[in-house]
């Protein structure tokens, strides 16, 4: 699954650490789904989308 993370999480000014605490998982997790290496489970892509206040769409699309 692509995602936008990385645009989404610099543009707030956010470390990877940072976000990573305002979600709940590890940095680890973070850089794993930035990577496109982990995708996350439904409940954590909610979170993030709230986070920034947007649509999970926004955030995640699926691979083609």
């Given amino acids: ?3 936008d993370l990385p645009e989404r999480r610099e543009r707030a000014g956010l470390s990877q650490a940072d976000l990573a605490d ?3 998982v590890t940095r ?3 850089n794993a789904i930035e990577r496109d290496r ?3 489970s ?3 892509a909610f979170a993030l ?3 920034f ?3 999970i769409e926004d ?3 699926p691979d083609d």
């Fill in 49 to 51: 989308a709230a986070h």
């Fill in 42 to 44: 439904l409940e954590l």
């Fill in 53 to 55: 206040d947007c649509r």
């Fill in 59 to 61: 955030v995640f699309t």
């Fill in 1 to 3: 699954m692509k995602n």
């Fill in 22 to 24: 305002a979600v709940g």
């Fill in 28 to 30: 680890q997790t973070i």
């Fill in 38 to 40: 982990y995708d996350p």
